[in-house]
């Protein structure tokens, strides 16, 4: 059955990916460009030491919304 095949055989090989010094606007960028919905983040070994996903970059502009309506308001 499907649900047994090891994930290696059907994962993604040459995946997109960003450095962890790269800025939110070329993640964003990336992710939109790419249609994709995560990004693993690379040290300069190319090593993985994260994933950013639409979900975090939704939540850093919410909160610099936030932090904009917050000094609105003041």
């Given at each position: 059955p499907v649900l047994r095949t090891p994930i290696r055989d059907i994962m993604k090989r040459d995946v997109a990916c960003i450095a962890a010094d790269c800025s939110l606007y070329e993640a964003a960028r990336k992710l939109t460009?790419?249609?994709i919905s995560s990004l693993p983040v690379v040290d300069e070994k190319r090593r993985m030491v994260g994933l950013a996903t639409v979900t975090d970059f939704m939540r850093a502009m919410l909160a610099t919304y936030k932090l904009?309506?917050?000094?609105?308001a003041a």
């Open positions: 460009d790419d249609g904009a309506e917050t000094l609105d």
